[in-house]
Structures are given as structure tokens and as C-alpha cells.
């Protein structure tokens, strides 16, 4: 028995551990025991959006009613013939087979109420707004569920940030603005994206293409994205070129794992098959309908993209011309005869009848000053742009690098596609959300894109009842998010290199936001007393799409250096 230990005038016992093991679990992290569970913000989500039924609708609530009526009522080759409301159907026929699921639980009362009728204008009350809101919220529920599996397969030291990122997800202003307010369905097509999302981190390929061909089955806007995904799953899972030695061209027959392709050429096919099989006789009229190319380059008011600067420009330009008449002495002493008429009068004519790119409407767009844009151009720059997003990714096939490819796809769709919608901004801030807990330089670009992307999504709800209900929600959204992430995301070694400049820049634009919001609000409130500002009516939807063209753009910038200029972040 050893004897004890004298330390001045007390006793103590020798440890019994050895000194090993005692350094061993001094070097073990501490457990995480915390619960990172989604339920909770379902169920206070869901009691704001239970009080938000009554609330304002767009015409959206009755395209889906129609699309619903069509469904149940039609064979299945009618469906994409229908015409007797303008709001045909002219999503992918997954999305059409879901509105037939649902109109097999329409109840009686809500079928008497007039939810399923075939007209030309909907005519419906109360049963059929709660069944068509309940809709949205029971279908939402899918997005709750996958962001869980999103943090429940995440690492033990990634737990904070994958909770962080699901959450700000979850409590989106864009899904509570678009799908709970405006009307539509977004919440539950996004959660099959973000499931392919989550698939592709858990390196699950043949789960990725599953899920990514679903949500473009259900919704064609996600074929902006196709360029990322299909050469991530081509470089991840079908090419062996790591470690790969060339000695002859015929090695280039080795290179391709031919069971993978197989597989994934299997399920993308069969699930295209699924889905356009029964149409495969009336395709033409199905694609005619998914994609109306008539429609002109803006959607009802200018998306905060670069054709909406575009736009502006050309709005102050026409504007200059009918307020100088020197200037218009000029123009017709310099430019010939051919391209302009013979009289000042005549050009001031002109041009008021061609001023047509800023009425709200949803048109084909006469630019007067500036030339026309075909959709040729937006496509060979859509294109353009997400090529050099995907050239890195044939190299470095990480979750990383995917995501900021995902991402900068989605952000030159946005910005250069034609009659791009201003809601597809959701196309860029959902994959962002996942990249940005990567490094701390990302979080500027992040909080541009987000802040001056959902501010943009104002002016879908334009009753002056909405106006607390929007402002708080996202200013409260933005400051918890932005200070969450920026207290959880990683910090790399590199970070001396930002440009504190630069991002001082950027939050003086993002505090400035609210200012032109209750500026533009404010303006609005005051048309009854000033009558000059009901003839500008266009000029806060102008405001809106210019400034916060701005800060997106200001984001794809930021955003495009890093991924292609800073290689240490995405090692």
C-alpha cells in the first residue's frame, strides 16, 4: 500500500490513472450533446403562416385552382391543350400529376365552392382559399424534413453550421413571401433540390441524379443548374482519372467506369420516361408551353438582373432625349436620315409609342434607345458564364466546388436568361446558403445576394397591410442569419487577404436597403396628395429592380473571384 503524499499541510493520494490515459482524455473533444431539431421552428412557422390564410393572394392562387380543375376534370392529353383560361398549364407533368393528386382530396364542399371548375376566371370563396393554402403548408413540411436529414448526416464539428444554414432555410423570406403570401409551391420543389444537394455530400450519386432529374421533372426552371450536376455526377462517379496513366489513346476507352454510366444514364432516363412518357405524341405542344420564347426579355416588372440596369439605361436615356430638344437637334444632323424621322415632333412620337419598357406588364420589350436583345444573346451568355463555372469542377469534384458551381449556374441564369422571373432569385440564395459556412470570405457575397434578393421579392406583395409583415420578417431574418453565420462560419488562414474596403462597401449597401423601402413606401402612401407621381407609377418597381440589381450583381462578382482566383478556399 503506497503511503500518501505530504504538499505542505495537506495529504493527498497518488492518481491510480496513468498518465496516458489521462492525456488522452484531456486530448478527446468534448461530446456535443445538444439536440439539432428542426421541430420547433415547424411548429412556430406554422401558426404564422395559419394567421397569414386571409392574407393577400396573386393571380398564382388561381393558376394552381385552374391546374387543379384541368387535372381532375380532362383526360391526360388534354392537359396541356386546355386553353379556356389564360392561366394554362405549363409546368413539367410531374408537377401536373401532383396537382391531380391533390384534386383527389378536394372535399365536397370545396368542389361545390367552385375549385374545380373549368373557367375562364375563377370564382371561389373561403373553402377554397383554406384548402389551396393548406396545400402549400402540408407539402412545405417535406422541406423541414430533408434540411433535418441535411444536418442529421452532417459531421459531429459541423453540427453548429449545418443547423445554422437548415434553419435560415427553413425560416426563409423568400418561402414565406412567394409560396405563404403570393402563392405557390416552391418550399416543396426546393426540398427535392436540396435533396439532391445533401445526396451529392454524402457522395450518394446515383440518389443525387434521382432526386435532381424529380425537380427538374417537376419544375423546368431547374434546367439552369443541369450544366453543374451533370458534370459533377460525370467527373465524381462515371471518370476514373485520378491516378490514371495514359499510355495510348486506347486508354481513353478505360477511363469511363461503363457500370456507372449505365446506372446513371438508367435512372435519369427512366425517370424522364415517367414523366413524359404519356405526352410522348404531343411533345411539341408540351414544350411550346414550358417554353414560351413570345414572351418578351423582362417578366411583369424588371428581375434585379443585369437587363434590368440594361433597362434602366435605356429608360433614362429615352427620357433625356424627350427632355432636350438639343439633343435631338443633334441626333438629326448626325445620324442618317434612314434611322431617324425628318422632324423633331416625329422622333418625339417615336419614341413615346416604343416607351414601353416600364408599364408592369407582361409584354414583349421595345428598347428605343439601345438595341434589341434577341434570345439568342441571353442564351450565349447564360451559357457563356456557366461554363467557366463548371471548367474548375472537371478538376476538383469536392461538395465545395460543386456547390459554388451550383451556385454561379444559377446566378448567370438569373442575370443574363431571358424573361427571367424576379422569384428565381430562390435558384441562387438556396445553394449560396450551403457554401458560405465553407469560409468566412464568402459571407459578404452571401449577405449581398440574400439581403438585396429577398428585398427585390417586395413588390409581389404590394398591399400597404403587407408592408410590416415583410420588412420586419426579413430585417429579423437578415440580422440573426447574418451575425449566426458569421459567428460559426470558418475562418481560413488566408483571410488576410480580404479587401476590408470592399466589404465595408457592402454593408453600407445592405443597411441602405431599408432606407429606399420605406423611401419607395412612403412615396407610394403620398400619390393622393402629388398627382405627378401617379404617372410614375413604374418608378418604385424601377427602383427596386435597379438597386437591388446592384447588390446581385455586386454578389455573382465577388462570388466569380473567389472561386476561380483564390484556390487555397476551396482546398
Known amino acids: ?49 395559419l394567421l397569414l390564410i386571409p ?24 392537359w396541356y391543350y386546355e386553353k379556356t383560361s389564360q392561366w394554362t398549364l405549363d409546368y413539367p407533368p410531374f408537377f401536373a400529376y401532383f396537382e391531380w393528386i391533390m384534386s383527389q382530396f378536394v372535399p365536397k364542399f370545396v368542389r361545390d365552392d367552385g375549385c374545380l371548375d373549368i373557367i375562364e376566371v375563377g370564382q371561389f370563396g373561403w373553402p377554397t382559399i383554406v384548402f389551396q393554402r393548406l396545400t402549400v403548408i402540408i407539402t412545405e413540411s417535406l422541406l423541414f424534413i430533408v434540411l433535418q436529414i441535411y444536418i442529421n448526416t452532417s459531421k459531429p464539428s459541423e453540427k453548429t453550421q449545418s443547423f445554422v444554414v437548415a434553419s435560415s432555410i427553413a425560416l426563409s423570406p423568400g418561402f414565406l413571401i412567394v409560396d405563404h403570401i403570393h402563392f405557390q409551391y416552391n418550399g416543396f420543389l426546393f426540398a427535392i433540390l436540396i435533396a439532391a444537394i445533401v445526396a451529392a455530400r454524402n457522395e ?18 431547374f434546367l439552369y443548374l443541369a450544366p453543374c450536376f ?3 455526377l460525370l467527373r465524381a462517379y462515371v471518370l476514373q482519372i485520378d491516378g490514371f496513366k495514359f499510355r495510348t489513346y486506347r486508354d481513353l476507352f478505360f477511363i469511363i ?11 435519369v432516363v427512366g425517370i424522364f420516361t415517367l414523366c413524359f412518357g404519356p405526352f410522348i405524341f404531343d411533345m411539341p405542344q408540351v414544350l411550346n408551353r414550358l417554353f414560351p420564347f413570345s414572351r418578351g426579355l423582362t417578366h411583369a416588372y424588371w428581375a434585379p438582373n443585369f437587363w434590368a440596369i440594361y433597362s434602366f439605361c435605356d429608360k433614362v436615356l429615352t427620357t433625356t432625349v424627350l427632355r432636350v430638344p438639343y439633343i435631338l437637334t443633334v441626333a438629326k444632323k448626325t445620324i442618317s436620315s434612314n434611322m431617324l424621322p425628318e422632324s423633331i415632333d416625329s422622333i418625339r412620337n417615336a419614341i413615346k409609342q416604343n416607351n414601353n419598357g416600364s408599364k408592369g406588364l407582361v409584354e414583349d420589350v421595345v428598347f428605343t434607345i439601345l438595341p434589341q436583345i434577341p434570345p439568342r444573346l441571353t442564351f450565349l451568355l447564360t451559357l457563356l458564364y456557366q461554363i467557366l463555372a463548371v471548367i474548375p469542377l472537371l478538376f476538383n469534384p469536392s461538395f465545395k466546388r460543386f456547390v459554388g458551381s451550383l451556385t454561379l449556374c444559377g446566378l448567370a441564369s438569373f442575370l443574363f436568361g431571358w424573361h427571367v422571373h424576379e422569384k428565381a432569385v430562390m435558384l441562387v440564395i438556396i445553394p449560396f446558403s450551403f457554401l458560405v459556412i465553407f469560409d468566412g470570405r464568402l459571407l459578404t457575397p452571401f449577405m449581398l ?60 449597401y445592405i443597411f441602405s436597403l431599408l432606407p429606399m423601402v420605406i423611401l419607395i413606401h412612403l412615396t407610394d402612401l403620398m400619390k393622393w396628395k402629388y398627382p405627378i407621381l401617379n404617372k410614375l407609377e413604374f418608378l418604385s418597381l424601377m427602383t427596386y429592380s435597379f438597386y437591388c440589381s446592384l447588390g446581385i450583381i455586386s454578389s455573382w462578382i465577388g462570388l466569380s473571384w473567389l472561386y476561380n482566383f483564390d484556390e487555397p478556399l476551396w482546398k
Open 1 to 49: 500500500m503506497s503511503k500518501p503524499v505530504v504538499v505542505g499541510k495537506k495529504t493527498t493520494k497518488p492518481s491510480t490513472i496513468p498518465k496516458q490515459e489521462n492525456d488522452r482524455e484531456s486530448e478527446e473533444p468534448e461530446r456535443d450533446t445538444r439536440r439539432y431539431s428542426l421541430w420547433n421552428f415547424w411548429i412556430c412557422s406554422l401558426f404564422l403562416k
Open 55 to 78: 392574407d393577400y393572394f396573386s393571380t398564382d392562387f388561381d393558376v394552381h385552382r385552374n391546374w387543379l380543375s384541368i387535372t381532375n376534370g380532362l383526360p391526360m392529353k388534354q
Open 204 to 221: 450518394r450519386y446515383l440518389l443525387c441524379a434521382t432526386f435532381y432529374s424529380m425537380a427538374l421533372c417537376f419544375k423546368h426552371i
Open 230 to 232: 451533370f458534370v459533377f
Open 257 to 267: 467506369k461503363w457500370k456507372h454510366l449505365f446506372q446513371l444514364g438508367g435512372i
Open 449 to 508: 445576394a440574400a439581403s438585396s434578393g429577398y428585398v427585390s421579392l417586395f413588390p409581389l406583395l404590394y398591399k400597404n397591410e403587407d408592408f410590416l409583415i415583410k420588412c420586419l420578417y426579413t430585417y429579423i431574418w437578415c440580422v440573426i442569419y447574418f451575425f449566426s453565420l458569421r459567428n460559426t462560419t470558418k475562418v481560413s488562414s488566408s483571410v488576410e487577404r480580404r479587401i476590408f474596403f470592399l466589404d465595408r462597401i457592402a454593408v453600407t
